[in-house]
């Protein structure tokens, strides 16, 4: 039974066939499936309609009718007052739009409701790419070349690109690991904290078996868009760059500095435009194209409140990741001793497989738990900016038995 819930855009079809077999203990019944259009009905006649919601197992929900707006037949306002009825909350958050702590308290909330499947999924990713982060440095980055090159009054250009090599060798490694478990843990967490919104639970197998057909492409797109935000900082720089390689240093360099800080701008702009993407490629079985274009419509007249949902996420990951990695980093130096304070500092010096393996094991307890909360937020942040456009509380409410 396909347990993930449909995410279509409005005005597009299920994309999963209804099916009744069993259902999860302690699970509200899912609706009657509409009957089967009749025999020569054609294909755009049995589409939703626009602003409609796929509801768990094909289903097409409809909104309930809206309440009388005021009193009837001059009763009077005491007569027909009626006070507003609290939103319906059948899993982590209320189904309305969201306010900022609501949309990290969800997150959070995730991790406490479904704290098997979230930290099963996110330990065993963390533990595998931290065990490959160790490995690769023990085996080729473990010894630094140190900061004597780039002190040089006027080094030569083969001892700046071997210094520029040193330095970032280890880091490439790292984030590259990095940013393959993120795509790994967005994609199992999304689906669920999607099936958490309902309320409804989901194992660690199911969340892999919606997951897994997206992975390709959400590996794609999330390998795109750091390849863009890149792009775009290095055309800004291109024109300093290009006067500083025919001879005029000082401007150039000048030059470059503008270019890059005004890339930079446009970088950010793209990444918090295209941040939705993800979940959109995940929920609405969208390509990478037509994902980025979801999402730029989503963030469309939000930009601002989105970049500080982000950033404010951004800084609680930091925090977390800071508050487990600092003890760890100061019993990996303990166990170093002097070698790894050097090398912690740039200084040229080789460190032991102990102080490798103490530091990975903080980084697999940091990323354990920083990466459900990252993947959360996006994806709550997602489903908040499709209930302020598209009314999506209404169906997500239909679909979790309310509003019969």
Request: hydrophobic share 50%; glycine share 12%.
């Amino acid at each position: 039974m396909n347990e993930s819930p449909g995410w279509a855009p409005p005005g597009s079809s299920p994309s999963d066939e209804p099916d009744h077999g069993s259902q999860q203990p302690n699970e509200p019944v899912d609706h009657p499936v509409p009957e089967r259009p009749a025999r020569g009905s054609t294909w755009a006649e049995q589409q939703p309609p626009a602003g409609r919601w796929t509801a768990p197992g094909g289903g097409i929900s409809t909104p309930p009718p809206p309440h009388p707006a005021g009193p009837a037949n001059g009763a009077g306002w005491g007569a027909g007052f009626r006070q507003p009825l609290p939103a319906p909350r059948p899993g982590v958050i209320p189904l309305r739009p969201l306010g900022v702590s609501e949309i990290l308290d969800g997150a959070i909330a995730t991790m406490r409701a479904h704290w098997r499947t979230v930290l099963g999924i996110s330990l065993a990713v963390s533990v595998v790419a931290q065990g490959l982060i160790t490995v690769i440095t023990g085996l080729w980055f473990r010894t630094t070349s140190g900061t004597a090159t780039v002190d040089k009054p006027d080094p030569t250009l083969g001892e700046a690109l071997e210094a520029v090599r040193s330095a970032l060798g280890s880091s490439s490694v790292t984030l590259l690991v990095g940013v393959l478990g993120t795509i790994v843990t967005t994609a199992l967490l999304t689906m669920v904290t999607a099936r958490a919104v309902l309320g409804r639970p989901v194992t660690s197998g199911e969340a892999w078996g919606g997951a897994r057909p997206r992975l390709l492409q959400l590996c794609g797109l999330l390998l795109l868009i750091p390849a863009i935000t890149a792009a775009v900082i290095g055309v800004g720089m291109a024109p300093g760059m290009l006067l500083a390689a025919v001879g005029v240093g000082s401007e150039g360099a000048a030059l470059a500095s503008l270019g890059a800080l005004a890339g930079t701008g446009v970088a950010i702009w793209l990444w918090v435009r295209f941040s939705l993407a993800a979940p959109a490629l995940m929920l609405e079985k969208q390509g990478i194209i037509s994902a980025l274009r979801r999402s730029a419509k989503l963030v469309r007249g939000a930009w601002w409140r989105v970049f500080g949902i982000q950033l404010l996420s951004i800084v609680l990951v930091f925090l977390v990741a800071a508050i487990v990695e600092v003890p760890t980093s100061a019993v990996a130096m303990a166990f170093g001793g002097d070698s790894a304070i050097d090398y912690l500092s740039g200084e040229s010096v080789s460190v032991g497989w102990a102080f490798l393996i103490v530091v990975g094991i903080g980084g697999v307890i940091s990323s354990a738990v920083t990466f459900p909360i990252s993947a959360g937020v996006t994806a709550l942040l997602y489903m908040d900016q499709r209930i302020r456009r598209e009314a999506l509380d209404i169906e997500l409410a239909r679909a979790a038995g309310y509003g019969d």
